[in-house]
């Protein structure tokens, strides 16, 4: 294998799949943190393929090889009939860690070098691996990014079967992954103290995404009026997914007494839980529904309610954070949660006053707090103004890029 280069300023290998301008968050986070790196003296490459997450992205055909914000990217070419077969797209996603593995070893023999190389967790398991592998050839330190956790994840939610041969051997190299990795990075304290029980990582740090520049400027939307004959407006937005308890919110708000605390609840997106939402919602005119829409368009929708609503089964937390989280503050809104309450996710909101928590999995509860939210926003302690400056804090770019810089390639 080829020696570790020990100088600074460091040599940093990116591996994944989407690179903007390809349209996953994560694809733009990368580029954000690249160019950034890349200014504070690192020698940035990436390694990436032809746009491809959605059929607009797989139009663009971008070059192979170009220097991007000072970054060196390098895009791998679709297979062929990418467009016209799914077959080839699920080859092409499956081949991806391979090829990657593949041209390292020649790039080593050619005498490339790097002292990081870094990736992240999609696609489950073979990405990881494929990091890892890519980290040995060049003799370099392995960074691995846990956006989730997996294969904990997927068996938790019914995805995967537990207890299988499949689950045994891909739990088996993800541990091996992450004792590798140095240092693993989780998005949270509840996914690294899941991660440090199941394995013992090199080195290991803490730190939550941060809001893409996509959700602009929110000082552009008027401040919320609310009076006291105002219903509150609650929003969720994103998948509406089996493994949130969204069924038990939209009852829940089915229960309140719209006399005494006037509620609406709009849902923004598509998914499986979707017709089930549709029915319960029938004889509740207080739960609307629009559908999935570019960000850009989501946005005002968004903007516009009182409260973000974050809806988790029990133990997600501890594989994964709801992104929405950032989404919403970033534009204003406080959270309501449905949620453990010894969640790092509880004790933020609760610590910084950015919203509720809702730990008991029963429809009475959720319209037993819905009179207090109201209240306590009618109240005025949460203005857009307060919550956007919490999130900038929590969540500023400026802020994860030094940790990057300093703690991550060090």
């Known amino acids: 294998m080829c020696d570790r280069a020990g100088t600074a300023p460091r040599r940093v290998l990116i591996l994944y799949r989407h690179y903007r301008p390809d349209s996953p ?13 890349a200014g504070e003296g690192h020698a940035i490459n990436v390694w990436t393929e032809q746009p491809s997450y959605k059929s607009n992205d797989a139009a663009l055909n971008l070059p192979g090889g170009s220097n991007e914000g ?45 002292d990081v190389v870094w990736t992240a967790t999609i696609p489950p398991i073979a990405q990881g691996l ?25 068996v938790h939610v019914g995805l995967w079967r537990g207890g299988g041969l499949l689950h045994s051997l891909s739990r088996r190299v993800e541990r091996a992954t992450r004792s590798k990795a140095d240092p693993l990075v989780t998005l949270s304290p509840d ?15 803490v730190l939550n995404n941060f809001a893409l520049e996509e959700l602009g400027d929110p000082a552009e939307f008027p401040e919320r009026g609310f009076s006291l004959d105002a219903s509150l407006k609650l929003t969720f937005a994103g998948n509406l997914g089996r493994f949130q308890g969204l069924e038990l919110v939209a009852e829940g708000v089915a229960q309140v007494d719209q006399q005494r605390c006037p509620v609406q609840l709009q849902f923004i997106g598509e998914g499986t839980a979707l017709p089930a939402l549709r029915e319960r919602a029938r004889s509740v005119p207080a739960i609307g529904f629009e559908p999935h829409r570019p960000f850009a368009e989501a946005r005002p929708l968004i903007a516009a309610a009182h409260v973000g609503l974050v809806a988790l089964e029990p133990g997600i937390i501890d594989f994964a954070f709801p992104s929405k989280t950032m989404t919403y503050l970033s534009l204003g809104l406080p959270i309501l949660a449905l949620v453990e309450r010894d969640s790092s996710l509880a004790a933020m ?10 730990s008991r999995r029963e429809p009475e509860a959720v319209a037993d707090i819905l009179p207090r939210v109201r209240s306590e926003v009618l109240a005025g302690g949460y203005t857009r103004d307060r919550i956007i400056a919490e999130a900038s804090d929590l969540f500023a770019f400026d802020r994860a890029a030094q940790v990057w810089g300093r703690d991550i390639l060090r």
């Open 25 to 37: 968050p994560y694809a733009t986070m990368l580029a954000m943190l690249a160019e950034r790196l």
């Open 70 to 114: 000072g970054v060196r990217v390098e895009r791998m070419a679709r297979l062929p009939l990418y467009g016209r077969l799914g077959a080839m797209r699920l080859l092409d996603k499956v081949l991806f860690p391979l090829r990657l593995v593949l041209k390292a070893l020649l790039r080593c023999l050619a005498g490339e070098r790097y």
């Open 130 to 154: 494929a990091g890892r592998m890519v980290a040995r050839i060049f003799g370099a330190r392995f960074v691995y990014h846990c956006q989730d956790l997996y294969p904990e994840i997927a």
């Open 191 to 205: 996914m690294a103290r899941t991660a440090t029980a199941l394995t013992k990582p090199r080195s290991l740090v």
């Open 349 to 358: 909101l609760a610590e910084r006053r950015l919203g509720w928590t809702i």
